[in-house]
């Protein structure tokens, strides 16, 4: 396997300014956007929650929002082509199973640095993504 260019890469963004800093470092590492599958992972909704109840939201109206929400991020010429995804559940998982089913060659994200009981409450989705991953794992500090 060759280290650049990728065929394949995956990057999770949250939309935080480190996530999309994350986007233009895999760019570099393909040879252009259509190599590069940019996920948003939403949380499931509980059954039980209000909006769902009353129908004011569902997941087609989530998805429509996120990838919208991507799409004015992402104006930029340079991004042009790229795959967008929203999907729903652990974002962990989910972006794995995204990066296997792409076949990717690489997943890129950045890591928000949480240390100590921050990130032992909250957990850390890129540590996740590092234990669940089938190829090689980019993980960007600031």
Same mark, same amino acid.
């Given at each position: 396997m060759s280290w650049l260019p990728k065929r394949t890469v995956v990057v999770p963004v949250?939309?935080?300014?480190?996530?999309?800093?994350?986007?233009?470092?895999?760019?570099?590492l393909v040879a252009g956007p259509a190599a590069l599958h940019v996920v948003y992972v939403l949380p499931v909704f509980d059954p039980a929650e209000p909006d769902v109840v009353w129908s004011t939201v569902n997941d087609e109206t989530?998805?429509?929002?996120?990838?919208?929400?991507?799409?004015?991020?992402?104006?930029? /010429?340079?991004?042009?082509?790229?795959? %967008?995804? =929203? @999907?729903f559940?652990?974002?962990g998982h989910k972006?794995?199973?995204? /990066?296997?089913?792409?076949?990717?060659? %690489?997943? =890129? @994200?950045?890591?928000?640095?949480?240390?100590g009981i921050s990130r032992l409450l909250i957990g850390s989705v890129a540590e996740k993504v590092v234990r669940l991953a089938h190829c090689p794992v980019l993980v960007l500090r600031k």
């Open positions: 949250d939309f935080s300014e480190d996530s999309f800093n994350a986007v233009d470092t895999a760019l570099e989530r998805r429509r929002h996120g990838e919208q929400a991507l799409r004015e991020r992402l104006t930029d /010429a340079k991004y042009q082509g790229l795959n %967008l995804h =929203v @999907l559940g652990e974002p972006i794995t199973e995204l /990066a296997g089913g792409e076949q990717a060659e %690489l997943i =890129v @994200l950045s890591s928000h640095g949480r240390t």
